[in-house]
Every structure is written in structure tokens, then in C-alpha cells.
């Protein structure tokens, strides 16, 4: 077993390892946004009476009041205060310039007790943003151990991707690398070919950004028939050399090689 098998292994286990930690954080989530929803419902107990149509929906600083799946109103966090800060700014979103259906009429009105709420008792509304989700300590360990595993697999597709282009290499550098013919080759910005069919590096700088290559171009004839249709077989190859040219554009010539 090749050295990229094994690490096609271990990374196949750690994908299937991450993926059950996301469904669990999914879950968890869903429950936190489910715990903290309950909160607000208790907290706004009196102003959702007036209106029992509206639906609460929250993030982790915001909240949504709708009715049939419309916004009418939200409360949210100012965006540049951070998770640490002690005195969190909010503000009301009312949704609204005008007024011409009963809808943004009782609208209006839900959204006044809202205002008048959010006027006279802002210190509760607070307390409840503030309120952490009861498996919240659970649920980071999950976020970070995910967090762990993405950067294991990120380190596996590295050593792969490394190992692949080492191959790759070699063999550039030895017997040389063949190519469809009939795939656009580019040699610099303003250069190319759709003949090219193996290429071969004899000669680099010290630094390997510039090489010299040995290209194979492919060659083509017409042979008919008694009635005079044609059929096109390749002849063998022609063979040039091209000194000068940039690594960079011939490795670009094999992206999906190298990296996927």
C-alpha cells in the first residue's frame, strides 16, 4: 500500500469522524436556539397576547418577530461589541414607514409594546441575551474538536498534494509526462500549443523556475480510402526544444494532476 493510500485512509476516518460531531453540534444548536426562543416567549409573555400570530425566531443576538413568515420586528445586537463585553448595545428594527393595512396596523401597535418594553425594562432583555445555552460547554467542546479535525484533514490533503507532486516531478524531470494532443499546452502568456504530446525538462536554473524542455509534438497524416473518405492516423512524433521557460506555466499545465 502506496504512502497517499494510507494517508486516503486515515483521512476517509476523519471525515467520518468530523461528520458526527457536525450532526451533534447541528443538533445542539438547534436546541440552543430552542432553549433561548422559550426564554424571549416567557420574557415578551404579555406583548405576544396582544397578537398571538407573531412567531418568535432568535440567533445568538438577535430577535425575530414575524407572522406568516414576514418580519415585523427584531431587536439586535450592535455588531462591534464583542462576546466579552458587559454593557451589549441594542437596537429596534421596526420594519415599517407607512401605514395603509390592518396588517401594518396591528404591526404598528405590537411594535409600540415592543418599544415601550425595550423603554422601561432594557436591563431584563439583556439578562436574557446573556442567559448561556445549558449544554453550551458541551457544545464548544464539539465546535473546537471539529475545529481539530478540519485542520488534520487540511494537513492530509497537504501531505498528499505534496507527495503527488513530488511523483509528478520525478517523472517530468526522468522519462517525461505525456498530454492529450488535443489540450491547449501553454507555454508563457502569449504562447501555446494544441499539438503538444509529451514534454520532458533536460535543463533548470538553480532555483527550478526556468527550464528547458523537450516537447514531443504530434504529427498527423490522411490515409482514403477507394472512395475517397479519409480517416487521420498520427505519425510519430516531431521533437523541439524550448529553452526559457517558466515553471509556473508548465506545472499549470497539469493543475488537475497536481491537485485534485
Not at 26 to 40: G, M, P, R, V, Y
Not at 197 to 221: C, F, M, N, P, W
Amino acid at each position: 500500500m502506496t504512502t497517499i493510500e494510507n494517508l486516503e485512509i486515515v483521512k476517509a476516518a476523519l471525515i467520518e469522524k468530523r461528520d458526527a460531531i457536525e450532526l451533534t453540534c447541528s443538533a445542539l444548536e438547534k436546541e440552543a436556539k430552542e432553549e433561548k426562543k422559550a426564554i424571549f416567549e416567557k420574557l415578551f409573555e404579555e406583548e405576544l397576547s396582544y397578537y398571538p400570530e407573531v412567531e418568535v425566531n432568535v440567533t445568538t443576538s438577535n430577535i425575530y418577530f414575524s407572522v406568516e413568515h414576514k418580519d415585523i420586528a427584531s431587536i439586535n445586537e450592535r455588531s462591534y461589541w464583542r462576546e466579552d463585553d458587559k454593557d451589549k448595545k441594542f437596537y429596534f428594527n421596526t420594519y415599517s414607514t407607512m401605514c395603509e393595512t390592518e396588517f401594518e396596523f396591528k404591526r404598528l401597535i405590537f411594535n409600540g409594546r415592543i418599544a415601550g418594553r425595550m423603554l422601561t425594562d432594557m436591563d431584563s432583555i439583556k439578562e436574557a441575551f446573556a442567559i448561556p445555552f445549558s449544554k453550551k460547554l458541551g457544545l464548544d467542546g464539539f465546535k473546537a474538536e471539529y475545529q481539530i479535525l478540519s485542520s488534520e484533514i487540511k494537513q492530509k490533503d497537504y501531505q498528499m498534494s505534496e507527495i503527488k507532486k513530488g511523483e509528478f516531478l520525478e517523472k517530468l524531470y526522468g522519462e517525461g509526462v505525456e498530454l492529450d494532443s488535443n489540450k491547449y499546452f501553454e507555454f508563457s502568456r502569449t504562447w501555446g500549443s494544441y499539438m503538444v504530446k509529451k514534454v520532458r525538462v533536460i535543463k533548470a536554473t538553480k532555483s527550478g523556475k526556468t527550464v528547458d524542455l523537450e516537447v514531443t509534438y504530434a504529427q498527423h497524416d490522411w490515409v482514403y480510402d477507394d472512395e475517397g473518405d479519409g480517416t487521420r492516423i498520427e505519425k510519430e512524433g516531431r521533437i523541439a526544444t524550448h529553452e526559457g521557460i517558466k515553471m509556473e506555466y508548465v506545472l499549470g499545465n497539469f493543475r488537475d494532476q497536481l491537485y485534485s
